[in-house]
């Protein structure tokens, strides 16, 4: 490639792997539980790039302040240990055909978001009746640079409801829009959890499901259980998810009423700490989030976020290196050939990649530097840089990123950073240079981790 270009934004890096996606459907998906949306990431690279992200380094100016609100940390796991074991298979049982997935989606200070979901889609709900049942919760806190988290709570609160009485096409049992097919969505019956909270019931494609909505104080909560029958009646009743929906609102209401210490991290998203990511790139990191996928094929996806704090007086202008780094464990469950196997085809698709000039089209186009083998990670690794550019966007500099890629065992990991590893600060002072990301840099950063990860790993 030609010398290093620009790269990098200190908003998002926002990207859709491909073939982790697939992966994912192919055992099940990942739950999504009410304002979480758990995105994992594999191997595949680039594009698309979500249409919002900017890859350009903005210049920012401050903005007036609003008294913080302090928010709790909290994990998808805790979230899910909240529920008693009883209450939730009477609701949604283990078994074969039972799954549980556990995610924590943001983990800042400004932010925190985490969600846990139960299916079952084959289980005895009473009376010798087969059915599938779902039980989803999510809560949600964030402050903005104009609102702390208890006002942007009711604000987002008051504009969920909403768009949720906006939905509503049933009245009194009998629909209002004319239709006879489409999901059917009840009026808001109000309710005494928290601050404020209401619940709305549903009928679509997935069943009948009751949604409860819940503002206390900083947090928003969001409750949903339902599903429909394979034999017998093809639904349960509104009385009964409503009921279920109640149980379980009044467990998290509570427990998101605690004051909480640390968050408690377990597994492999608890082998490496922030202070291991400053150490090996600059100030500041926060998270991880966390993103789990329990089946056949298990993963576990660590992600945090490294933006460099850039002290500035009112009115200066300033930009700050940083981006994302991201751990992806997949545990492949075949055994160490299907490990390797996993392993050889990314190697393939990347020097494939590479000698075809990339891939995307006019609209995003991702250009990949050739595989570099790499000793001392594992059984075998990897390192690929890539480039991506908006071919219709030329104003714009590419976003850039070093993925390496490990196998160990029956597993493989792959390490990524992307985003910008030089320069920021303030705009027009002496010295002053836009942020970049230098290959060299991010390389020692990211092989560093690597190295500390895997010593970690059981």
């Known amino acids: 490639m030609a010398a290093t270009p620009r790269g990098g934004g200190s908003k998002g890096w926002l990207i859709a792997g491909v073939a ?13 539980g009410g304002w979480i949306l758990l995105r994992t990431r594999g191997g595949e690279p680039g594009p698309p790039l979500s249409s919002t992200g900017d890859r350009r380094q903005p210049v920012r100016s401050p903005s007036p302040t609003v008294q913080a609100v302090k928010l709790r940390p909290i994990s998808g796991d805790q979230l899910c240990a909240a529920v008693p074991d009883d209450l939730r298979r009477s609701l949604v049982s283990d078994g074969t055909y039972g799954r549980k997935d556990a995610s924590t989606r943001a983990a800042t200070e400004a932010e925190k978001q985490a969600a846990c979901t139960w299916s079952n889609n084959k289980m005895d709900v009473g009376n010798g009746v087969i059915g599938h049942r779902t039980l989803s919760i999510s809560v949600a806190a964030q402050s903005t640079e104009s609102q702390n988290a208890i006002e942007y709570a009711k604000y987002r609160f008051d504009r969920n409801k909403e768009e949720h009485e906006r939905r509503v096409n049933v009245r009194e049992g009998r629909r209002t829009d004319a239709r006879t097919s489409g999901s059917a969505f009840g009026e808001l019956r109000e309710l005494r959890y928290g601050d404020a909270s209401y619940s709305q019931t549903s009928l679509g494609r997935s069943g009948l499901k009751a949604g409860v909505y819940v503002r206390q104080g900083p947090w928003l909560i969001e409750v949903v259980y339902g599903g429909s029958n394979r034999t017998g009646v093809q639904y349960p009743s509104g009385d009964e998810v409503r009921a279920a929906a109640g149980k379980v609102t009044e467990v998290i209401t509570a427990e998101m009423a605690k004051d909480a ?13 922030a202070k291991d990511l400053e150490s090996a790139f600059f100030p500041a990191a926060e998270g991880p989030s966390v993103g789990g996928n329990a089946g056949r094929i298990r993963q576990t996806t660590c992600t945090w976020s490294i933006h460099e704090a850039v002290e500035h007086e009112p009115g200066q202008k300033f930009t700050a290196r940083g981006g994302e780094f991201r751990v992806h464990l997949v545990d492949w469950g075949g055994g160490s050939s299907e490990s390797k196997f996993q392993f050889d085809r990314d190697a393939k698709k990347y020097d494939r990649y590479s000698a075809k000039g990339g891939i995307g089209d006019g609209n995003i186009h991702t250009d990949y530097e050739p595989r570099q083998a790499l ?18 966007r030329p104003e714009e500099d590419p976003l850039q990123e070093i993925l390496i890629k490990v196998l160990i065992g029956d597993r493989t990991v792959e390490f990524t950073f992307r985003g910008t590893t030089t320069g920021g600060g303030l705009v027009g002072v002496a010295g002053y240079q836009e942020p970049i990301f230098e290959s060299s840099v991010a390389r020692r950063a990211v092989t560093r981790l690597a190295t500390t990860f895997l010593a970690g790993l059981e």
Do not use: H, M, W, Y
């Not at 377990?266 to 082998?271: F, S």
């Not at 059984?379 to 908006?390: G, H």
């Open 261 to 273: 210490g640390e968050a408690k991290l377990d597994g492999p998203c608890a082998i490496l700490t």
């Open 20 to 32: 982790v996606l697939v992966v994912l459907l192919l055992i099940g998906g990942l739950a999504v």
């Open 375 to 392: 000793s001392g990670l594992g059984e075998q690794a990897f390192a690929v840089i890539s480039s991506t550019t908006r071919p219709n």
